[in-house]
């Protein structure tokens, strides 16, 4: 039985659904990482992120290779980078409206009679 696309959509988005997962493939985006420099730079506990990884694992999302005693993780689907940004240019858009709907919802000045 096949899947649905907005049905897999969905999913797909689910994995995206936590903060540490997010900060992963950001990091990840930028160049490949070993397990102790993503330590280093998402404050998260060493299990916890071992989890995380797992997830984007599972989803095809990171690779992992080892490089004498250390794991070295990549962004195995480079479109991540563009779904990053495309995030981030959504956020800007959203923000930017609140801002203005802020500035519809001051009082407005009362005139004297």
């Known amino acids: 039985m096949t899947v ?3 049905q ?5 988005f689910r994995t995206l659904g936590h903060p540490a997962r997010i900060r992963v493939l950001e990091l990840l985006s930028e160049r490949d990482h070993a397990v102790h420099e993503l330590l280093a730079a998402i404050e998260i506990e060493p ?6 990884l797992a997830v984007l694992r599972r ?8 490089e004498g005693s250390e794991v070295v993780y990549s962004v195995s689907v480079p479109e991540v980078r563009d779904l ?5 240019v ?11 709907l802020k500035k519809d919802l001051r ?3 009362r005139t004297r009679r």
């Open 84 to 88: 990053l940004l495309a995030a981030r």
């Open 59 to 66: 989803a095809g999302l990171v690779a992992q290779r080892r």
């Open 107 to 109: 009082p407005v000045a």
């Open 4 to 6: 649905p696309l907005y």
């Open 8 to 12: 897999a959509k969905a999913e797909f």
């Open 90 to 100: 959504i956020l800007r858009t959203l923000i930017d409206g609140q801002d203005q």
């Open 47 to 52: 299990s916890n992120l071992s989890q995380q």
